[in-house]
Each structure stands twice: as C-alpha cells, then as structure tokens.
C-alpha cells in the first residue's frame, strides 16, 4: 500500500471511517446479494486504495481493446484467405476464437466493477463472469495442445503420418468445446462455485472452500487444463526437437560427403516451414504457460493453505492470466509471414514491415498436414 502513496490511502480511509465505524474491509462495498458468495477470510483485508481500482480499470480495458481486435483480426484473415484455410489453421483460428471471447465477455464487466470498487453485476453474472474465464482459458490452453500434437504428427511422423483433414480437425475443435463445458458448468452444479476474487471486481472459483469435495475440484481441474495439457506439449515438442536435430544432422552429413555447401530441396524446405511454425506454437503456449501459472499457485495457495494471499495478489494474477488472450494475436502477426501478407492485403496501414517475398518456402503459415502436401516450388 505504501507504494502507491499511503497519505491518500490514510486521508481515504478516515474519510470513509466514520461510515463504517472505522472498521472497513474490503467487503464493506459489497451489494447486500453478493455476501453469501464472499469467503470470511476476505473480511480481515483493508479496502484497496482506489488508485489500484482506477490501474486496474484501465490496464484490463487496454488489454481487452487489444485482445478483441487482434484475434478479431486473425479469425477474419484466417477465415477469409483461402490459403490459410487449412485444416491446422483451424486450430490457430479455433484458438483466436477462445481468446477473443474470453476478453469480449470478461473486460468491460471488469471495468465497470473497477469503476464502482466492487461487484454490482450481481451474483449470476459473478457465476457466468468466473464460467466465461474458465471456459475460454480452457479452450485455449487445449487448442495449443491440439496444434502440438498437429505438429508432432507433421513432423516427427513425416510421410508416415495420417494427414489432418477438415473433418478431423473439426472433430477435434467438437472435443475441445465438449471437455471445457462438462468441467466449467461443474462448479453451477454445486462441485465447487463461482465467487468473487480477492478485490471483489472479478469472481473465480472458490479456492477458499473448506470443504475437500469443493477443494477436489480445484485439484482434478488444474490436472485437466494445466497438468495434462503440459504433460503432452512436453511430449510432443521434447520429440520434434529431436527430430529436428536428427534432420539437420543427416542433412549436413550428407552436405559434406557430396562436398556442397547444403542440401536444400523443396522437401527439405516445406519440413523447415514446418519447424518454423511449431517454433511458433512453442512460444505462444509458452506464454500461455508464464501467464496461468500464477493464477495456479493462487488456487493451490488457497486450498492447502500454505500462505497468506491478499486480495491485490489474487486479482493481479486473474489479470496475468487473461493477458494470455492478446498474446496469440502478437506472436502470429509478427512471425506468419502468410498471415502477414494477408494482413497487407487486407489492412495495409497496419503493415510495417518489408512485403514478404512471393517464395513460401520460408512461411511459418503453411500449415500443411504433412511433408508431402502442398509441395513448395524449389
């Protein structure tokens, strides 16, 4: 509190002392409706200063005009360019989708709470509010998953793998949505709840809990969206950098026995378009990963009780974890010289950088589903 200039807070807080006995918390502002969904361990905590509430405010408002117009704009070109319309880039567009719905429904409600330093949606929307983040989050963290194991099978499998097709991909994009419904519309039937964070201007599930029945969600669902998900990325990328190397290895072998220089052909550059992309993918679930796991350890903090959590900690880690969602957007614009292109096309004022060259053996956007398709010109 010191930091954020604790003569304004003290000022404040006799200010609003003589309303609340001198005795405020930050609970005090809570509408009469939300109580019952307020855990006691928040009643101990003084109320933010309101300069917190106001960089909130504006940080997530930021961040959801960002989120919102970038994976906008990815979801049109992908859908929109008929090169990019291949049965990868569902998952890339399946991913943008998750994202730009997770900042539609969760930053202006944010914002208005911000404005007003508590929760006056009321307390069906603090349910929907917390369904929306773990619904989306989860959406994406399984559509990264989706494209590891796309990428895995282009290129570790290579001409032996089962191409990707429309119909399968959209099976997959089926079993994403189906898994992030059946376990984020748990807590509406009463295996654990959705409840107002820390702050009270953003809700979540209810780490707090005593009950271990409602603390087994907490578990089971962090194995599901974050333990298994990273489980199998490991995988799949600990076996396409193997892969890689052994490639590059044979490649230059056989460079030096013919006594040139490199041995690059039209099938040796699809596969590095290939490993370009996954690259690609390894960071965004990356950052994906830096973004979510604070919010985890939150969780965990809160069911084994290991440590104090104030209510600034709780929401600056809810809103680590929704910057996830402008991320994707970033990474894909600067780094997919397909989509890039596109993006000239489309929306030229946006384009900074040179035209990309008409040659595709150095896109990232490829996204063929294996190295045998769609053959680049040498």
Not at 7 to 24: E, L
Not at 55 to 76: C, D, P
Not at 308 to 329: D, E, G, H, Q, R
């Amino acid at each position: 509190m010191s930091v954020m200039g604790q003569p304004s807070f003290a000022a404040w807080a006799a200010q609003r002392g003589g309303s609340y006995g001198g005795n405020i918390t930050v609970v005090d502002k809570v509408p009469p409706d939300m109580l019952h969904l307020v855990d006691h361990y928040w009643y101990q905590f003084p109320p933010l200063n309101p300069l917190w509430h106001g960089i909130l405010g504006f940080v997530i408002g930021i961040l959801g005009v960002v989120s919102v117009a970038g994976n906008g704009m990815v979801i049109y070109i992908f859908s929109s360019t008929k090169t990019l319309r291949t049965p990868s880039n569902f998952l890339v567009m399946n991913l943008a989708l998750s994202d730009f719905l997770m900042m539609a429904t969760m930053s202006a409600p944010m914002v208005i709470n911000c404005y007003y330093e508590t929760w006056v949606l009321g307390p069906l929307f603090c349910e929907l509010y917390g369904l929306f983040g773990s619904l989306f989050g989860c959406g994406s963290i399984w559509s990264m998953t989706f494209i590891a194991l796309d990428r895995y099978n282009v290129i570790v499998k290579g001409l032996s793998a089962k191409p990707l097709t429309k119909k399968g991909v959209m099976v997959w994009i089926l079993l994403i949505w189906l898994m992030s419904i059946a376990w984020t519309i748990a807590p509406m039937f009463g295996w654990n709840r959705y409840v107002p964070e820390g702050n009270m201007t953003a809700c979540g599930t209810d780490y707090l809990s005593k009950s271990w029945f409602s603390r087994s969600y907490i578990l089971v669902y962090s194995c599901f969206v974050y333990f298994l998900p990273l489980a199998i990325i490991i995988y799949s990328y600990w076996f396409i950098v193997q892969a890689v190397a052994a490639h590059e290895k044979s490649m230059r072998e056989q460079a030096k026995k013919m006594n040139v220089a490199s041995l690059r052909s039209s099938d040796s550059a699809q596969k590095s378009a290939e490993c370009k992309l996954a690259k690609v993918a390894l960071m965004t679930i990356a950052l994906w990963f830096f973004a979510w796991t604070p919010y985890l350890v939150t969780n965990y903090t809160g069911v084994f009780e290991s440590a104090k959590i104030s209510p600034l900690a709780t929401i600056w880690c809810s809103l680590f974890a929704k910057a996830n969602a402008v991320y994707n957007p970033i990474v894909y614009g600067i780094s997919h010289p397909k989509y890039r292109q596109a993006l000239q096309n489309k929306f030229p004022a946006l384009v900074c950088a040179a035209k990309p060259s008409g040659d595709d053996t150095t896109s990232q956007a490829s996204a063929v589903t294996n190295v045998t398709e769609d053959k680049v010109p040498a």
